[in-house]
């Protein structure tokens, strides 16, 4: 007889669905804004656990590297299809620190946000 060592994940409810998405298009409207887990856990009338532990299984990934993700896919389609300035894109993406910005960006997108620009155009 062996034991299992993997954890069964149980799908969400749609409750938990609506509360993954709930935050998810909170935080994306509101994507120049930095925010912790405890304001988003208290907005939603959880705990910070249970809106980790949800959101994780509602979108496959921690809710913060989720919703940087997501923010690099915006950003990226910014620098794809318009002239605006990196640092007016890395603003709008709640970056005041173009270096961290690009950081992100890079470790998203897999270059630079100026690289990415220029291999689109």
């Known amino acids: 007889m062996s034991i299992s060592t993997e954890k069964t994940v149980r799908p969400c409810t749609q409750a938990e669905q609506q509360l993954a998405a709930d935050t ?3 935080c994306m409207r509101h994507m120049q804004e ?3 887990i405890e304001f988003l856990a208290n907005r ?3 705990s910070p656990t249970k809106l980790k532990m949800v959101f994780r299984r509602a979108f ?3 809710l ?3 919703i940087r993700k ?7 389609r910014k620098l794809a299809e318009t002239n605006s300035r990196v640092i007016d894109i890395a603003e709008a993406c709640g970056y005041d ?11 998203v997108m897999g270059q630079t946000p100026c690289s990415y620009r ?4």
Do not use: Q
């Open 60 to 62: 496959g990934a921690p």
């Open 24 to 26: 998810y298009a909170f």
């Open 44 to 46: 939603a009338r959880v």
């Open 97 to 107: 620190n173009p270096s961290k910005f690009s950081a992100a960006f890079r470790a």
């Open 34 to 36: 930095r925010f912790t």
């Open 64 to 66: 913060f590297a989720h």
């Open 70 to 76: 997501e923010k690099m896919y915006w950003a990226a």
């Open 118 to 121: 220029k291999n689109k155009l």
